[in-house]
Nanobody, 129 residues
Framework: QVQVVESGGGLVQVGGSLRLSCTAS????????MGWFRQTPGKEREGVSC???????LYANSVKGRFTVSKDNAKNTLYLQMDRLKPGETATYYC???????????????????????WGQGTQVTVSS
């Protein structure tokens, strides 16, 4: 049984930093592309970043240069380092395991919601001014 669990959310001031973590079990972590999504109430969940099985990274334009995605295959853990956070980035952040039969462990095309095989429960990030 696959389990995906995020942690690391919290309250941070504008311009501050947070690091999210996501541990996935019940699968061969190194074979999968992994993604981060976020959602605010009333809006559709949107992709933030993706890392391929080989460590290739992609980012939404809105977070390029401020967010860094990484992973540790030995720990089955995905990370998202978020720096210079903005007020509009208050959201629930979700970790996602991309469907291997669709993405083959890569982030091309940009991850779609229906391309996610497994979701975490989400972790709240609140950016205060």
């Amino acid at each position: 049984q696959v389990q995906v669990v995020e942690s690391g959310g919290g309250l941070v001031q504008v311009g501050g930093s947070l690091r999210l973590s996501c541990t996935a079990s019940g699968l061969t972590f190194a074979d999968y592309a992994m993604g981060w999504f976020r959602q605010t109430p009333g809006k559709e969940r949107e992709g933030v970043s993706c890392i391929s099985r080989e460590g290739g990274m992609l980012y939404a334009n809105s977070v390029k240069g401020r967010f860094t995605v990484s992973k540790d295959n030995a720990k089955n853990t995905l990370y998202l380092q978020m720096d210079r956070l903005k007020p509009g980035e208050t959201a629930t952040y979700y970790c996602a395991v991309l469907k291997i039969h669709r993405y083959g462990g890569y982030c091309n095309p940009w991850p779609a919601l229906d391309g996610v095989g497994y979701w975490g429960q989400g972790t709240q990030v609140t950016v205060s001014s």
